[in-house]
Structure formats: C-alpha cells, structure tokens
C-alpha cells in the first residue's frame, strides 16, 4: 500500500469547474493502475475515471465523459481530476486510488484497489 493524498475540494457555484490533485510516494505511479472514484451520499463509491497500468490508457464513466478530463504528472508522483460543468447530480466527495495490480478491464471496480486517498469534498453553493 502507498499514502495518497487529495486536494482541491471547496464549496464553488453549479456550471463552474473544479481541479482536484492526488499525490503519492515516492515513484509509485510510473506502473500500477490509477483512479478517481466519487461516492454520493448514503450510496457505495462509483468510478470516475481511471488510468490503466503504466498509464497506456485512460477511461471515463459515462456519467463524466466530455465534463472530466484526467491526467497526470509522473516526475511529481501526482494524477489531476479537471471538472467542468458541476451539477447537483454530481457527488461531493472523490478519492484517488492506486493498484499495481488491477488489470484494465477491472478498473472501475473499488475493491480491487489497495491504497486510497482520505478523500476530498467539495460543495456546489445554492
């Protein structure tokens, strides 16, 4: 397991954008698998986006695609989460994830990961 940290979160007004960051130890994600997740009250976390191992690919859920953009920063150890066009629809807390061993086709699966982030949360004012 590896220590992640996100930040970013905020309170910021519905159709404005938010950048959050993670970062990790070390070199830790030049290999392994990297994700966003977002968990909406009382419900379980759901996949954002995510990079596959050693980064070759990148998916999105339906839910985020063409609002959410991910990249990510190797020399910095860090993974950025861009998100534009915030409605209310959209959870307030995200975490950042780390595996090296989740496989592409398991990515969006929460439970394959070992290492999370505490968690970032943001608010969309009324």
């Known amino acids: 397991q590896v220590q992640l940290a996100e930040s970013g979160g905020g309170l910021v007004q519905p159709g404005a954008s938010r950048s959050l960051s993670c970062t990790g130890p070390g070199r830790s994600f030049r290999t392994g698998a990297l994700a966003w997740f977002r968990q909406p009250p009382g419900k379980e976390r759901e996949y954002v986006a995510g990079f596959s191992r050693g980064g070759g690919h990148t998916y999105y859920a339906d839910a985020v695609k063409g609002r959410f953009t991910i990249s990510k920063d190797i020399d910095k150890n860090t993974v950025f989460q861009k998100k534009n066009s915030l409605n209310p629809d959209d959870p307030d807390v995200y975490y950042c994830?780390?595996?090296?061993?989740?496989?592409?086709?398991?990515?969006?699966?929460?439970?394959?990961?070992?290492?999370w982030g505490p968690g970032t949360q943001g608010t969309l004012s009324s």
């Open positions: 994830a780390f595996d090296q061993s989740v496989l592409t086709n398991s990515l969006q699966e929460p439970n394959g990961y070992h290492s």
